[in-house]
């Protein structure tokens, strides 16, 4: 019976930086899912998604050595992933003029925020998160990402300031601004 490694992201993070290679692969199996949830939420294809999850792991092998352990790990991973996605997202708008961005920023914060105000108007978080996810491409990319970040892989407004390096006080206004954005789109799928 395999045996969960307790330690740290951190800690794990220090000792790939002294030659443990192969230790990253615990940092890898902590992160799969999850950066495969965030690639998916954030382009909408299952088959990018996991290209691009497979080169945000390859980019923070690279540079593991430019982590500070003092820090914590989950931020400069999505920080990672983030410029992947918006490269690719940029790549794909180059490839098709109509194509719309997609921000993050956006959905994270509403989904939160709407998850609970929901939940008393009976729906529970399961059939909200659908709803959310059904309306997330029809937000613009900078309220979209910070609510996924937010009520997804549930972020503090700290951790998504430093995944997407805007100030505190912008997620705020992001989370607030596509909470609105959303509560106007997911009555349209109730009805």
Partial sequence: METRDERRDEEIAAQVQKGDIETFQLLVE???QKMGRYARRFLFDGDEAKDLVQEVFIKAYVNIQGFDTDRRFSPWLYRIAHNEFVNALKKKKKERANISLFDLDVLLPSLKLTAKETAD????????????????????????EPLVLYYF????????ADVLRIPV???GVRLQRGKIMLRKLVPEQTK
């Fill in 121 to 144: 108007g009976g729906f529970n978080q399961q059939e909200l998160k659908k709803m959310l996810e059904g309306s997330l491409d029809r937000i613009p990319q900078k309220y979209r």
């Fill in 169 to 171: 006080s912008t997620v």
């Fill in 153 to 160: 892989d549930e972020m503090d407004y700290k951790e998504i």
């Fill in 30 to 32: 902590r992160y799969e």
